[in-house]
Structure formats: structure tokens, C-alpha cells
Nanobody, 123 residues
Framework: EVQLVESGGGLVQAGGSLRLSCAVS????????IGWFRQAPGKEREGVSC????????YYADSVKGRFTISSDNAKNTVYLQMNSLKPEDTAVYYC????????????????WGQGTQVTVSS
């Protein structure tokens, strides 16, 4: 069974940092893209970043470029999202997803999703 489990969310002040983790099991995630998505209250779910570990390629949405960094530890079957210089508009539930065959932030390309972790950025 494919499982993705996010962790690391929480409450931080603007300008602070958080590191999200996505532990993947039952799936050879380094053969496919792994993505991070987020959904704020009243907003549609949007792509944040994705990574193809074998190719060493990453992609970022313009809204987080220069502030967020995606990485992977293949030995631990884990993908990370380091979030720096957080803004209140980053507040959302963050989801990791797996299954895309190339670097793309299109929800339809991902077949497996985690349960999400809440990130709240104050003031």
C-alpha cells in the first residue's frame, strides 16, 4: 500500500522557518516526481514545488521561489520542504503527493496523496 505521511507543520511568526517532511512507503518515489501542494481557506489547491530525485531536478511556483527548498533523502525514503522567510499568505494545509512522471505542478498528474499538515504564519 502506498502511503505518504507529512509532518513538521505548526504555528510560526512571519519571517520564521519550518521544515516539512514527507515519508513515503510502498512506492519507488525516486522514479517519479514528488510534489508539495497547499490549500488555504477559501482557495483552490495549488502547487508549491516538486522534485525528481534521480534526475536531480526541482521546480518551484513563483510565489515561493527563493524562499522554499525541496530536497530528498533516498535512503530514508523522505522528501523535505524547507520553508524560510514565511509570510502570512503561506498559511495553508500542505500536502505531499506522488506519481507524476515528470516535473509538473498539476494535481491531476499525482495519484497518491498524504493527509496534509497545517502551516500557520501569524502577523
Amino acid at each position: 500500500e502506498v502511503q505518504l505521511v507529512e509532518s513538521g507543520g505548526g504555528l510560526v511568526q512571519a519571517g520564521g522557518s519550518l521544515r516539512l517532511s514527507c515519508a513515503v512507503s510502498g512506492f519507488t518515489f525516486d522514479d517519479y516526481a514528488i510534489g508539495w501542494f497547499r490549500q488555504a481557506p477559501g482557495k483552490e489547491r495549488e502547487g508549491v514545488s516538486c522534485i525528481n530525485s534521480n534526475a536531480g531536478s526541482t521546480y518551484y511556483a513563483d510565489s515561493v521561489k527563493g524562499r522554499f527548498t525541496i530536497s530528498s533523502d533516498n535512503a530514508k525514503n523522505t522528501v523535505y520542504l524547507q520553508m524560510n522567510s514565511l509570510k502570512p499568505e503561506d498559511t495553508a494545509v500542505y500536502y505531499c503527493a506522488a506519481g507524476a512522471q515528470w516535473l509538473i505542478l498539476n494535481l491531476n498528474e499525482y495519484g497518491y496523496w498524504g493527509q496534509g499538515t497545517q502551516v500557520t504564519v501569524s502577523s
